[in-house]
T-cell receptor, first 118, second 116 residues
């Protein structure tokens, strides 16, 4: 069974501070995919990134960066120089490879509510 | 492109009533799914479909039915509503492709359901 743990339920930081959201996962698959989604106050879910289990290079996109460490089963998300618009609930999710029927089902963590204080 | 649309946006039901939440996508995606979001529990998969005529249960399927007669539509039926089904429901779709890579899911705006 797959499991995603986001131990930080809520985080508040002052604007311009850096913040890291933790994600720890469990899976028995050798090939798997990790995702981050953002849910702003408006409610819709927005895709941020997908990473496969064979690519441990860190990824950077503007102020966002992701650190994937297979050794600790973690896929952490860092926002640099946070802004008020970053306030949202962030979900980490895990999927298997599309090898068998239904293997691409997403398992979500419980989310981290991030509040950026102006 | 409308993306993934859901109707209604809000609904109040009495215990025991039935209803159908509608979901449609215009991106020709093969994979569609329904989730419920409850406080502190993240999103949990109810049912999913990998193409017209093919559906399967997710993590929390009890009390819900689905069918997929077309690529575009994936309705979710509540058979006999219970207060425990009070939740926000999200429909999602994604491209399947031919390889093993699961593509990102596109989510609808959600339906907020209250069962009294």
């Amino acid at each position: 069974a797959q499991k995603v743990t986001q131990a930080q339920t809520e985080i508040s930081v002052v604007e311009k501070e850096d913040v890291t959201l933790d994600c720890v996962y469990e899976t028995r698959d050798t090939t798997y995919y990790l995702f981050w989604y953002k849910q702003p106050p408006s409610g819709e879910l927005v895709f941020l990134i997908r990473r496969n289990s064979f690519d441990e290079q860190n990824e950077i996109s503007g102020r966002y960066s992701w650190n994937f460490q297979k050794s600790t089963s973690s896929f952490n998300f860092t926002i640099t120089a946070s802004q008020v618009v970053d306030s949202a609930v962030y979900f980490c999710a895990l999927s298997g490879a599309r090898l068998n029927f239904g293997n691409e089902k997403l398992t979500f963590g419980t989310g981290t509510r991030l509040t950026i204080i102006p | 492109n409308a993306g993934v649309t859901q109707t209604p946006k809000f609904q109040v039901l009495k215990t025991g009533q039935s209803m159908t939440l509608q979901c449609a996508q215009d991106m020709n995606h093969e994979y569609m799914s329904w989730y419920r979001q409850d406080p502190g529990m993240g999103l949990r998969l109810i049912h999913y479909s990998v193409g017209a005529g093919i559906t399967d249960q997710g993590e929390v399927p009890n009390g819900y039915n689905v069918s997929r007669s077309t690529t575009e539509d994936f309705p979710l039926r509540l058979l006999s509503a219970a207060p425990s089904q009070t939740s926000v429901y999200f429909c999602a779709s994604s491209y399947s492709g031919t390889g093993e890579v699961p593509y990102e899911q596109y989510f609808g705006p959600g339906t907020r359901l209250t069962v009294t």
